[in-house]
């Protein structure tokens, strides 16, 4: 199984919750482990002017490329708008067509980066500068490589912009498992919607999602899932409000990879957010997605 990273995915984005330092801990741990070597490391491209239009308006392309935000639309982002940033969006997405393109020829693909599902196609949101797997799964629908998808978004904050991204579209099936009371406060639906109570644990949580892939599996057989593996559920997330461990984190990796293998279906993982105060832990828990998925899946 190839893990999918660039060291660019690393930006300086001064003093923030968003601690980029993690993709590369993640590589450091996977690497120190045994379970993947530097042949197993894929290389992105950014994605195209082109690919991102599939999803984002012309307007707002013009308006990262050229750093023209407005006061207004920069407040919405939550982080310091620079060009390595809109540099690192265009590779995040370059990395997730790769992921999902490696996922669907060889079954299973691990990037380590992009998730950014509070992108909405005229302007970003919560961190996120580009809805990086909409735009992947766009791409691989226009040249044939699938017809469907669905995206499972364990991240603990609702899918907002995939959920407006894909409201129209019958191919592609959005499934949110979130904390109902967090970020973000407006929740346009998705196809499925799981709003959890604060301080939910490893055991409701799982029966949940798991009783809820169930659910959305029923009857349909996607030819791509993307998994957004968001570390942010953990315990002690500084923006989360459930309260699983990391043991219960491997577990619902466990689920989701289960449930792919069962009914057949490659899997593309993005890594979307995770900000406990070490960000150790956020590493770890992504590296367990890794293996666990390679164990199951790769």
Known sequence: MKLVYSPQYEVDVGRHVFNTAKYRLVIENLLASGAFTEDDIAAPEPASDDDIRLVHTPEYVDKLKTGTLSPDELA????????????????????????????AREGACFHNGGGWHHAFPDHGEGFCVINDHAVAIRRLIAEGVIASAIIVDCDVHQANGTAVVFAADKNVMT???HQESNYPYVKPPSDLDVGLPDETGDEIYLARLEANLIRALDGWRPDLMFYVAGADTYKDDQLGGLNLTIDGMKQRDQVVCHAARHNGIPVAVVLAGGYASRVEDVATIHSNTAIVMKDMLG
Do not use: K, N
């Not at 919405?76 to 996922?103: H, K, T």
């Open 175 to 177: 499934f949110s498992i």
């Open 76 to 103: 919405l982002l939550e982080i310091g708008f620079s060009p390595a940033l809109a540099r690192a969006a265009w590779l995040w997405a370059g990395g997730s067509i790769l992921a999902g393109r490696l996922a």
